[in-house]
């Protein structure tokens, strides 16, 4: 299975300010995916991220403040823009092998 | 549009006993679901994946049951331990949308 990192782990930011988040894949993979967890909620879909290719947004979700990038086949970054308080969340990277979806460790973000 | 749900939203049981968690979805026309288990603040650790053509799988003291028609899935968690203690998740992938729709969670106690 593959195995994910992710980095920051956790971070602390001030509203206004954005966040960019790294996804380590130990494997090369076509699709990447990033959710979103917010606190007590369970897991939505961000958006997926093919390589050499504009990554494709779910609804309410929008590239100008979650812009993503995927330079290759076994890395991803998004990016938390000008944030606000209600953008603290975990976020998780995620890729699918055989159609099974296997997740990092995710990162913990707050924003005061 | 993929609606999942998992019921009960939390469960407490004494060490020992045996437990099924529940899972229903509104689109039938899947690929897969999986299950998946998630620490406090930690990402997701998969569980079990069943593909559409089967009706159940196994790994050690879980077992996952899929019935397409009836939109459900359950959990079988035999002889429960401590350890067992996490927030339980189902996501159904769905071809339509070619993309994970994730459940609400049901949030395990198992106490000693």
């Known amino acids: 299975s593959a195995v994910i990192s992710q980095k920051p782990s956790r971070d602390i930011c001030q509203r206004g300010t954005s966040l960019t988040i790294q996804c380590q894949v130990d494997?090369?993979?076509?699709?990447m995916f990033w959710y979103r967890q917010q606190p007590g909620q369970s897991l939505t879909l961000i958006a997926t991220?093919?390589?050499?290719?504009?990554?494709?947004?779910e609804s309410g979700f929008v590239i100008d403040k979650f812009p993503i990038s995927r330079p290759n086949l076994t890395f991803s970054t998004l990016t938390v823009s000008n944030m606000s308080p209600e953008d603290s969340s975990i976020y998780l990277c995620?890729?699918?092998?055989?159609?099974?979806?296997?997740f990092g460790p995710g990162t913990r973000l707050t924003v005061t | 549009k993929q609606e999942v749900t998992q019921i009960p939203a939390a469960l407490s049981v004494p060490e020992g006993e045996n437990l099924v968690l529940n899972c229903s979805f509104t689109?039938?026309?899947?690929?897969?679901l999986q299950w998946f288990r998630q620490d406090p603040g930690k990402g997701l650790t998969s569980l079990l994946l069943?593909?559409?053509?089967?009706r159940e799988q196994t790994s050690g003291r879980l077992n996952a049951s899929l019935d397409k028609s009836s939109g459900r899935s359950t959990l079988y968690i035999a002889a429960s331990q401590p350890g067992d203690s996490a927030t339980y998740l189902c996501?159904?992938?769905?071809?339509?949308?070619?993309?994970?729709?994730f459940g609400t969670g049901t949030r395990l106690q198992v106490t000693l």
């Open positions: 995620s890729v699918a092998e055989r159609g099974e979806q296997y």
């Open positions: 494997s090369q993979v076509t699709m």
């Open positions: 991220a093919n390589q050499g290719s504009e990554a494709t947004y």
């Open positions: 689109d039938s026309a899947i690929y897969n």
């Open positions: 069943i593909q559409s053509s089967q």
């Open positions: 996501a159904a992938y769905t071809g339509t949308a070619s993309k994970l729709t």
